[in-house]
């Protein structure tokens, strides 16, 4: 057994690897206890003359070897703790590897086993090589044809990635399939899958008028429990044509739901593998949160096909090259699907929740770390979310021409590659005259740029000066931070509450700006503003930091009555929410400031109801108070039953200011028929706010 830690991985230390597999060809013989694994190689020598050929392998009994057919010797080869090695392969050559393995015996969910009498696989990130010998690495990419046989009793479908190019008996009760994937692709991306499902088919004709057929393998019985699974499919396909011109590439789409898998989901080339729990729903059994997880899950790996699958990454480094990137398609796709303004809050909210933290504690890491010790490591909520923040402030600070450019340079020059950050952002700088080197610190600087905002308006001039100042904290291993290209989108209102239409600089007036601060602090002066502004900043969480201004908090509430954008408003009145009941708990007062409250009830009062009428999901969260869980965070040493005190209070205030709204909520009757809608679920979820705070109210609202 070996004891000791292995050495870090380092960014700096990536080597390109000195063979190219041309072609993979596998077969598997399925047993649960010995699985036979041949594969057969194809591979010419790109590197060094003098190279050997280093392949991982973990858990693998070797039956076999040979190069151009021939069995090598003992001293032609040895097995290393991690893998195996060829001393002298040549250049040009064809090895074959014959193992076996135990799926049975498989408890770590990687490489391949079972899962409820079901063969299937996880790959990513270092699985394969749990299957065979193989240079194991998202930058080695190869066709694949791959040849299934198993028991027909119980295993009548056997899948993986690519087009089904052959099926027959093989008599004695087996039988096998045949797939062949065109697509070069990293081992990880690898999908095998044997077993008895149910399944669910559907068919999608792609903007090129290219048929694909749709599967989604199930437990028996289940088939109906994924139509929802399959609808977000299909949406998702047509979105990402629409939106980013992307289309399907294979002649099937398959997604197999198992009940034991490590990740929610997998994106697999052509051949998805699900967590049974992101695929399965019905209205009698799934909630609403559910619904919305299905599709945008299901969307995510979809999306991967073109972000990850047919563009990788080129070591695991890049991880957020995919996972980012897929992160904010997904995202930008449930706004499509639902309301845009709460997706975007319950993004910020899962940022802040999820991801703040690894920043501000002992893990935090940059969104393309330099070195990492090991490879689960890495799939954080930095990576993922904040990489998903990136890529939506480079769309700000470019703009969307350049940014779907950008993209279409991208896809264009990197198809069928391992690709970097750096190849990444290049395919953008050659679209904008922004310069994206400041912005590409974002990725290697870890940590919350915290961002100070003042205000200062000249009334002779009739100009409004905002100074903003960043600073970020240190990091484990990064002392010294530096400035960062931030851009802030603000907006300015009179205090009647319009927007006022001011100039920066010699721009043209707008109702709106964003402005970009690059260094520690920054001065932005907005001209022509009539009246002394109520600003608006970081609208819509323009970008990912923790912001602090200089508003009192009437202002803040006046502003909040009619703030015209969702996260800004929503923002606003969770700012004075907590603001006023932290204060009240750490005066020991059971109540709040009635004065204070009032004005926050009535700033409720008016975006809620404009909201109820336009978007009910919103006025949902709008309703929404900072729960004691959240509130404690920001106290030392509070007492929880204090601030849930406090709390109950504004709930009351709250029911009995906006009584004759809640009410009405409760006066539309529900449709007896489910609908999974997001319009519905929007219906529902104020129907639960308005009920949930009327029942503060006690028995006055009795039998509700
Ligand atoms: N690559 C998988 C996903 O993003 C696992 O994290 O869905
Ligand atoms: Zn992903």
Same mark, same amino acid.
């Given at each position: 057994?070996?004891?000791?830690?292995?050495?870090?991985?380092?960014?700096?230390?990536?080597?390109?690897?000195?063979?190219?597999?041309?072609?993979?060809?596998?077969?598997?013989?399925?047993?649960?206890?010995?699985?036979?694994?041949?594969?057969?190689?194809?591979?010419?020598?790109?590197?060094?003359?003098?190279?050997?050929?280093?392949?991982?392998?973990?858990?693998?009994?070797?039956?076999?070897?040979?190069?151009?057919?021939?069995?090598?010797?003992?001293?032609?080869?040895?097995?290393?703790?991690?893998?195996?090695?060829?001393?002298?392969?040549?250049?040009?050559?064809?090895?074959?590897?014959?193992?076996?393995?135990?799926?049975?015996?498989?408890?770590?969910?990687?490489?391949?086993?079972?899962?409820?009498?079901?063969?299937?696989?996880?790959?990513?990130?270092?699985?394969?090589?749990?299957?065979?010998?193989?240079?194991?690495?998202?930058?080695?990419?190869?066709?694949?044809?791959?040849?299934?046989?198993?028991?027909?009793?119980?295993?009548?479908?056997?899948?993986?990635?690519?087009?089904?190019?052959?099926?027959?008996?093989?008599?004695?009760?087996?039988?096998?399939?045949?797939?062949?994937?065109?697509?070069?692709?990293?081992?990880?991306?690898?999908?095998?899958?044997?077993?008895?499902?149910?399944?669910?088919?559907?068919?999608?004709?792609?903007?090129?008028?290219?048929?694909?057929?749709?599967?989604?393998?199930?437990?028996?019985?289940?088939?109906?429990?994924?139509?929802?699974?399959?609808?977000?499919?299909?949406?998702?396909?047509?979105?990402?044509?629409?939106?980013?011109?992307?289309?399907?590439?294979?002649?099937?789409?398959?997604?197999?739901?198992?009940?034991?898998?490590?990740?929610?989901?997998?994106?697999?080339?052509?051949?998805?593998?699900?967590?049974?729990?992101?695929?399965?729903?019905?209205?009698?059994?799934?909630?609403?949160?559910?619904?919305?997880?299905?599709?945008?899950?299901?969307?995510?790996?979809?999306?991967?096909?073109?972000?990850?699958?047919?563009?990788?990454?080129?070591?695991?480094?890049?991880?957020?090259?995919?996972?980012?990137?897929?992160?904010?398609?997904?995202?930008?796709?449930?706004?499509?699907?639902?309301?845009?303004?709460?997706?975007?809050?319950?993004?910020?909210?899962?940022?802040?929740?999820?991801?703040?933290?690894?920043?501000?504690?002992?893990?935090?890491?940059?969104?393309?770390?330099?070195?990492?010790?090991?490879?689960?490591?890495?799939?954080?909520?930095?990576?993922?979310?904040?990489?998903?923040?990136?890529?939506?402030?480079?769309?700000?600070?470019?703009?969307?021409?350049?940014?779907?450019?950008?993209?279409?340079?991208?896809?264009?020059?990197?198809?069928?590659?391992?690709?970097?950050?750096?190849?990444?952002?290049?395919?953008?700088?050659?679209?904008?005259?922004?310069?994206?080197?400041?912005?590409?610190?974002?990725?290697?600087?870890?940590?919350?740029?915290?961002?100070?905002?003042?205000?200062?308006?000249?009334?002779?001039?009739?100009?409004?000066?905002?100074?903003?100042?960043?600073?970020?904290?240190?990091?484990?291993?990064?002392?010294?931070?530096?400035?960062?290209?931030?851009?802030?989108?603000?907006?300015?209102?009179?205090?009647?509450?319009?927007?006022?239409?001011?100039?920066?600089?010699?721009?043209?007036?707008?109702?709106?700006?964003?402005?970009?601060?690059?260094?520690?602090?920054?001065?932005?002066?907005?001209?022509?503003?009539?009246?002394?502004?109520?600003?608006?900043?970081?609208?819509?969480?323009?970008?990912?930091?923790?912001?602090?201004?200089?508003?009192?908090?009437?202002?803040?509430?006046? @502003?909040?009555?009619? !703030?015209? /954008? *969702?996260? #800004?408003?929503?923002?606003?009145? &969770?700012?004075?929410? =907590? %603001?006023?009941?932290?204060?009240?708990?750490?005066?020991?007062?059971?109540?709040?400031?009635?004065?204070?409250?009032?004005?926050?009830?009535?700033?409720?009062?008016?975006?809620?109801?404009?909201?109820?009428?336009?978007?009910?999901?919103?006025?949902?969260?709008?309703?929404?108070?900072?729960?004691?869980?959240?509130?404690? @965070?920001?106290?030392? !040493?509070? /007492? *929880?039953? #204090?601030?849930?005190?406090?709390? &109950?209070?504004?709930? =009351? %205030?709250?029911?009995?200011?906006?009584?004759?709204?809640?009410?009405?909520?409760?006066?539309?009757?529900?449709?007896?028929?489910?609908?999974?809608?997001?319009?519905?679920?929007?219906?529902?979820?104020?129907?639960?706010?308005?009920?949930?705070?009327?029942?503060?109210?006690?028995?006055?609202?009795?039998?509700?």
């Amino acid at each position: 057994m070996r004891t000791e830690t292995p050495p870090p991985v380092r960014l700096a230390e990536y080597r390109p690897f000195p063979f190219r597999i041309e072609q993979v060809r596998m077969l598997f013989q399925l047993e649960p206890a010995d699985t036979h694994v041949v594969s057969e190689l194809t591979i010419r020598r790109t590197g060094d003359a003098d190279a050997p050929l280093r392949l991982d392998g973990e858990k693998l009994t070797l039956k076999a070897i040979r190069i151009n057919g021939q069995p090598l010797t003992d001293q032609e080869y040895a097995i290393e703790p991690e893998g195996l090695v060829i001393f002298k392969p040549g250049d040009v050559f064809t090895l074959e590897i014959e193992t076996d393995i135990s799926p049975e015996a498989n408890t770590e969910l990687s490489g391949l086993y079972i899962s409820s009498n079901r063969f299937c696989t996880q790959c990513e990130a270092e699985g394969f090589r749990r299957i065979t010998y193989y240079p194991d690495r998202p930058d080695v990419l190869a066709p694949f044809f791959v040849r299934i046989e198993a028991d027909k009793a119980k295993c009548p479908y056997l899948l993986s990635n690519g087009n089904p190019t052959g099926s027959g008996d093989l008599g004695n009760g087996r039988h096998f399939a045949e797939w062949t994937d065109p697509h070069p692709k990293p081992s990880y991306l690898f999908a095998l899958v044997g077993g008895e499902f149910d399944v669910l088919q559907d068919n999608f004709t792609t903007f090129s008028g290219k048929p694909v057929k749709l599967s989604i393998f199930v437990e028996q019985g289940d088939a109906p429990r994924a139509e929802y699974a399959m609808r977000s499919l299909k949406a998702a396909m047509s979105w990402d044509e629409d939106v980013f011109g992307r289309e399907y590439d294979l002649d099937v789409f398959q997604i197999v739901a198992v009940r034991d898998f490590n990740f929610g989901a997998m994106e697999n080339k052509g051949l998805n593998i699900f967590n049974s729990a992101y695929v399965l729903a019905d209205g009698k059994t799934a909630t609403d949160t559910d619904f919305e997880a299905i599709e945008s899950i299901v969307a995510h790996e979809y999306f991967h096909n073109w972000t990850g699958n047919r563009i990788t990454c080129r070591d695991w480094f890049q991880l957020c090259l995919k996972e980012g990137l897929t992160v904010y398609r997904d995202q930008e796709f449930t706004k499509a699907m639902r309301s845009p303004a709460v997706a975007r809050i319950k993004e910020v909210i899962r940022l802040r929740t999820r991801q703040f933290p690894e920043d501000a504690g002992p893990l935090a890491h940059a969104v393309r770390p330099n070195t990492y010790a090991r490879i689960d490591n890495l799939y954080t909520a930095t990576v993922y979310e904040k990489g998903a923040e990136l890529i939506r402030m480079l769309r700000l600070i470019v703009g969307d021409e350049a940014f779907f450019a950008g993209m279409n340079r991208y896809f264009d020059t990197f198809d069928g590659t391992a690709a970097t950050i750096e190849d990444f952002i290049a395919a953008f700088q050659a679209s904008t005259d922004q310069d994206l080197s400041a912005f590409a610190l974002w990725y290697a600087q870890a940590g919350t740029p915290a961002v100070r905002a003042k205000g200062d308006y000249n009334p002779s001039e009739r100009t409004w000066r905002l100074t903003l100042t960043q600073t970020v904290q240190p990091t484990p291993g990064q002392p010294d931070k530096s400035p960062v290209r931030i851009p802030i989108r603000v907006a300015l209102f009179d205090v009647n509450g319009a927007k006022m239409e001011t100039r920066i600089g010699d721009a043209p007036p707008s109702h709106e700006h964003v402005v970009l601060l690059e260094k520690s602090s920054m001065q932005f002066t907005f001209g022509d503003a009539a009246s002394e502004p109520r600003p608006s900043l970081n609208r819509g969480f323009s970008a990912p930091i923790r912001l602090a201004d200089d508003l009192t908090e009437s202002d803040r509430a006046s @502003l909040a009555g009619f !703030d015209d /954008d *969702p996260f #800004a408003q929503w923002e606003a009145l &969770q700012t004075i929410a =907590r %603001a006023l009941i932290l204060d009240a708990v750490r005066g020991g007062a059971r109540e709040p400031d009635q004065a204070r409250l009032n004005s926050f009830v009535q700033a409720l009062r008016h975006s809620v109801t404009r909201a109820a009428q336009s978007d009910a999901a919103y006025a949902a969260l709008l309703l929404y108070l900072p729960t004691v869980g959240e509130l404690i @965070l920001d106290v030392r !040493d509070a /007492d *929880p039953s #204090a601030i849930h005190v406090v709390r &109950q209070h504004v709930r =009351r %205030a709250i029911a009995r200011a906006l009584e004759d709204l809640l009410l009405s909520v409760l006066d539309k009757t529900e449709p007896v028929a489910f609908d999974s809608s997001a319009r519905a679920a929007g219906r529902r979820s104020l129907r639960a706010s308005a009920l949930s705070l009327l029942s503060s109210l006690g028995d006055r609202h009795e039998g509700l």
